[in-house]
């Protein structure tokens, strides 16, 4: 049997699993709902209202406890909160602090949660630790909720009935705790969805032990270091090339093949950078709209600043979305782009607005390459104008 037909095969049984378990879960959550209501002031029209407030309401919760445990896992194992996405929130941490944000993303609604180790010693301990935090959380909450509902719900004396206050706290224990035990067989299960692998998935691939390991644990040693404020160009070179080569997962392919792009890039090795930047590309169909919108902006930079390409550039920026995660990787491009299409005063603007927004980005921390290139953009542009260049600075926060 084919490698590729396997995996196919594989996914599709994962998949059957994973709805089999879903329907299997629905079936008790209705069964259990329909049995243990508890009585109540009102009637079925409360009953519906209140569930269709309590739902979102309850997904947010799980949602937030799931993506808690595994901060809370990174947390005990010495790990530093870098970013959280719970549904339409996204809170992260910058070079001048936490910032609030929105999250956009319709794929990333059910949850992103992200931490970087102390060190790079014992990734594989703590990126199992990091990986389970967030089922064992769903687990024991969906336990403990669910039944703290039902307990609730047993010990009403004959005759007692439920306040709507009191009955809405039940409906959102209940529902939170449902969602929660719901989020635990999502998680575990081996599965991948909009280019994310599951926790499961990425437990699987290091308890193997395997190739499928080390490229995990490969993966995110570079992903931490990078985070940590580690610059591109002093990224372990063999880590480097081994990630960069290609791989089953496009995601993992795309993701490590930007970060070898910018490794040469940043040492001045355009060539070496050109190639993998185009194959970061190659599959750049399959993989999340986050590093998808990160991949054609990077696109569009480089063949406007290096291929002096105006017309690819510009398409290729198009097909950008707002880099949410990474903002100035965005202005960095529309300022190469306006460069190229003879606009300099718009190119000086957008070079500037990059430079500050790596004081706001998730990268900021090791984004000094972002500021340089940047401004190389706008030096050339107040050289085109006749203007001097003002001195080089980092940006607030940025080192």
Known sequence: MSSPLRRRLLTLAAGLGLALLGGIAGGVTARTVSVHVPPHIGGKAFELGLLIGVLPVAFFIGVALHEGGHLLAAKLLGGRFALVIVGPL??????????????????????????????????????IGLLAGGPLAS????????????????GLATGEVMGTAAFSVWALLGMTGLFSLVFFLASSVPSRAGGFASDGARLLALARRGAAAEREALVFTLTALSLSGVRARDLPPELVVKAAEPHGDPQVNAAMQLMAYLWALDQGRIDVARSYLYQ??????????????????????????????????????????SCELSEETRLRAEAAVLLVEQQPAAAVERANEAIAATARSLLGASARETIEWAEAIRHEALAVQGLPSPPSLPAAGAL
């Open 139 to 154: 687990l024991l909450c969906g336990f403990i909720l669910v039944g703290t509902a039902y307990v609730w719900a047993q």
């Open 90 to 127: 996204r809170l992260m941490r910058t070079p001048t602090g936490l910032r609030l944000g929105r999250n956009r993303r319709f794929s990333l609604l059910g949850g992103l949660a992200l931490s970087t180790p102390s060190s790079t010693h014992h990734l594989r301990r703590y990126l």
């Open 280 to 321: 970061s590309v190659q599959g750049i169909d399959r993989v999340a709209p986050f590093l998808r919108d990160s991949l054609y902006a990077e696109l569009a930079y480089f063949k406007a600043f290096h291929e002096r390409d105006a017309a690819g550039a510009r398409a290729s920026l198009d097909q950008a979305g």
